[in-house]
């Protein structure tokens, strides 16, 4: 770990004569950048939120810009970002990679199969797109239909690959089409990345692929890296970058990078918005020092479906994100006017911001089919058809905040059964029943 701090060190001293804005950082969280000699002083430098890089990432540049190269994200995690790069900094990735593909006897120009939302594939209209420099073959993301699978299929066994490697939706997609084939594509391992994964997912891509699931964790900003070993441990990369875990309030933490190459555009203290749960304990069986990490919990992209059946995976979207900005809005207005109406006690909404529900209580406190029978009812009369307020993306503020005006009204007459101790009168029929059996 002294090398992680000599080049803490270093990076602050390359931030702090550079740029008006980490002077002014640094006077105004009071720390003076030359007390800062261990790692134990790193947490007094105050964190820096993803949405001040997002706003001027211009002024996080210590070196002309000229000589870096911008990226920017897909967006995995919402919206994009943009960063500089130093092309020591890309030497520097392209090393931690390679030693980790090392560990499951990949070369070091080990031939990939990539797999990612967006690719040059796409924008070419080609399926498949060599880069033989970086030894890589961009398979398109978005037409692993059972069509086009002869084709893509033929180009990777022509490529003859050593790995294949993207985002675990569009490689699970490229595995499910190849199991309803009856095919196999073995390789030496599956690099998967910039999504959670399931162990149906693992299961699926190792009957397929007849390799070891090798999950990859980084950023466009390259804060912080982490990977599977062979025994499944999840390794960060400390001479890579420094890792913090913050704690946050649902056992979970938030992992913030301060990475330990990029001197063009050093990011002290980055918050990812990437979580993860606890730390196994004790040392890895797979012998390495490096320390562990929990499962990414923080990060999770599906497939949607078109309309013409095709899955795709599409994360550069930001749906998630709208989805959660939309659930946010509508639970936060029902709480609001339930709890102006005086009902909130009786109809709870609960659930993920996405995927909210919500539950009808009596004058008692219990479950009732009958009072959930008569928000149903006054919610029809609004126009809402509403057996849960799960939200789609594609309803706009405007609906949201039609439904919130509806169950306001809704709660009036929720408030007037309760004072009755009598849904009955406002049911308009008999009470609802759930369809689903219930197994305990
Ligand atoms: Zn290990």
Same mark, same amino acid.
């Given at each position: 770990?002294?090398?992680?701090?000599?080049?803490?060190?270093?990076?602050?001293?390359?931030?702090?004569?550079?740029?008006?804005?980490?002077?002014?950082?640094?006077?105004?969280?009071?720390?003076?950048?030359?007390?800062?000699?261990?790692?134990?002083?790193?947490?007094?430098?105050?964190?820096?939120?993803?949405?001040?890089?997002?706003?001027?990432?211009?002024?996080?540049?210590?070196?002309?810009?000229?000589?870096?190269?911008?990226?920017?994200?897909?967006?995995?995690?919402?919206?994009?970002?943009?960063?500089?790069?130093?092309?020591?900094?890309?030497?520097?990735?392209?090393?931690?990679?390679?030693?980790?593909?090392?560990?499951?006897?990949?070369?070091?120009?080990?031939?990939?199969?990539?797999?990612?939302?967006?690719?040059?594939?796409?924008?070419?209209?080609?399926?498949?797109?060599?880069?033989?420099?970086?030894?890589?073959?961009?398979?398109?993301?978005?037409?692993?239909?059972?069509?086009?699978?002869?084709?893509?299929?033929?180009?990777?066994?022509?490529?003859?690959?050593?790995?294949?490697?993207?985002?675990?939706?569009?490689?699970?997609?490229?595995?499910?089409?190849?199991?309803?084939?009856?095919?196999?594509?073995?390789?030496?391992?599956?690099?998967?990345?910039?999504? #959670?994964?399931?162990?149906?997912?693992?299961?699926?891509?190792?009957?397929?692929?007849?390799?070891?699931?090798?999950?990859?964790?980084?950023?466009?900003?390259?804060?912080?890296?982490?990977?599977?070993?062979?025994?499944?441990?999840?390794?960060?990369?400390?001479?890579?970058?420094?890792?913090?875990?913050?704690?946050?309030?649902?056992?979970?933490?938030?992992?913030?990078?301060?990475?330990?190459?990029?001197?063009?555009?050093?990011?002290?203290?980055?918050?990812?918005?990437?979580?993860?749960?606890?730390?196994?304990?004790?040392?890895?069986?797979?012998?390495?020092?490096?320390?562990?990490?929990?499962?990414?919990?923080?990060?999770?992209?599906?497939?949607?479906?078109?309309?013409?059946?095709?899955?795709?995976?599409?994360?550069?979207?930001?749906?998630?994100?709208?989805?959660?900005?939309?659930?946010?809005?509508?639970? #936060?207005?029902?709480?609001?006017?339930?709890?102006?109406?005086?009902?909130?006690?009786?109809?709870?909404?609960?659930?993920?911001?996405?995927?909210?529900?919500?539950?009808?209580?009596?004058?008692?406190?219990?479950?009732?089919?009958?009072?959930?029978?008569?928000?149903?009812?006054?919610?029809? #009369?609004?126009?809402?058809?509403?057996?849960?307020?799960?939200?789609?993306?594609?309803?706009?503020?405007?609906?949201?905040?039609?439904?919130?005006?509806?169950?306001?009204?809704?709660?009036?007459?929720?408030?007037?059964?309760?004072?009755?101790?009598?849904?009955?009168?406002?049911?308009?029929?008999?009470?609802?029943?759930?369809?689903?059996?219930?197994?305990?």
């Amino acid at each position: 770990m002294c090398a992680a701090v000599t080049s803490s060190r270093a990076a602050q001293t390359r931030a702090k004569p550079n740029r008006v804005m980490y002077r002014r950082g640094f006077a105004e969280s009071g720390v003076d950048p030359a007390s800062i000699r261990t790692l134990d002083d790193l947490p007094r430098l105050p964190l820096l939120d993803r949405r001040a890089v997002m706003a001027a990432p211009r002024d996080f540049a210590v070196q002309p810009l000229r000589l870096m190269w911008p990226s920017r994200s897909s967006g995995t995690s919402g919206q994009p970002i943009t960063v500089y790069r130093t092309p020591g900094s890309s030497a520097f990735e392209q090393a931690a990679l390679q030693r980790q593909w090392g560990w499951f006897g990949l070369p070091r120009d080990a031939r990939r199969v990539v797999l990612r939302g967006s690719s040059i594939a796409v924008d070419r209209g080609v399926l498949t797109h060599e880069i033989p420099g970086d030894h890589q073959l961009l398979v398109s993301s978005f037409h692993p239909t059972p069509e086009a699978l002869p084709e893509i299929l033929r180009a990777i066994r022509a490529f003859r690959p050593h790995a294949v490697e993207g985002w675990t939706s569009s490689l699970t997609l490229l595995a499910a089409r190849l199991r309803d084939a009856g095919e196999r594509l073995p390789v030496q391992a599956v690099i998967t990345s910039s999504e #959670t994964i399931s162990t149906l997912q693992r299961e699926l891509m190792s009957a397929v692929f007849q390799a070891p699931i090798v999950d990859h964790y980084g950023q466009t900003e390259r804060v912080a890296m982490a990977s599977n070993c062979e025994a499944g441990g999840y390794h960060v990369f400390p001479d890579y970058g420094i890792v913090e875990l913050l704690p946050m309030a649902d056992g979970r933490a938030e992992i913030v990078g301060t990475p330990l190459h990029n001197w063009g555009f050093p990011l002290l203290r980055y918050r990812t918005g990437d979580f993860v749960g606890p730390a196994p304990s004790g040392p890895c069986p797979c012998g390495r020092a490096f320390p562990r990490l929990g499962a990414v919990a923080g990060r999770s992209e599906d497939a949607f479906v078109a309309s013409d059946g095709r899955l795709i995976p599409l994360p550069s979207e930001g749906i998630t994100q709208r989805l959660h900005e939309l659930g946010n809005r509508l639970a #936060t207005g029902i709480r609001q006017v339930t709890t102006d109406l005086g009902v909130a006690d009786h109809l709870q909404i609960r659930g993920r911001a996405s995927n909210l529900v919500f539950a009808t209580l009596d004058p008692d406190g219990k479950p009732s089919q009958p009072y959930r029978t008569l928000l149903l009812r006054q919610l029809l #009369t609004g126009g809402i058809i509403g057996p849960s307020f799960v939200v789609s993306a594609a309803l706009t503020n405007t609906d949201i905040d039609h439904t919130i005006d509806v169950v306001a009204h809704a709660c009036t007459v929720y408030k007037k059964a309760l004072d009755a101790g009598d849904p009955t009168p406002w049911m308009g029929g008999r009470p609802v029943k759930p369809v689903f059996r219930r197994y305990v």
